[in-house]
């Protein structure tokens, strides 16, 4: 389930127009307005500059204080997984563009 922290939102939008299934909302604020839409493809994480989302995982899949954050860093995607706010592990993966 994808989670918006709101006092680092900047609202500049471009979780919800990065959005490939409309799934985010907007009123004051973003939110995850269809959440049986979400593909947890996590475009809106490494779109986001604030890095205001975060994926938590899914209860079926495992314990809920887990989350990862997307970082584009140009030839490379960073993933780190989060314990309770906290990051606890790190991966770096080269892409082409």
Known sequence: MIVFDLEKCIKCRKCE???PTLAIGFDEFPC???PEK????CACIKECPA???RLRLPPHIGDQRYEMLVKDEGKSMIFQILF??????E???QVRK
């Open 84 to 89: 309770e706010g906290r990051k606890i592990d």
């Open 51 to 53: 890095e205001a989302i």
């Open 32 to 34: 995850l307005a269809y």
């Open 17 to 19: 127009k990065i959005c």
């Open 38 to 41: 979400c593909w947890h493809c």
């Open 91 to 93: 991966m770096e993966i």
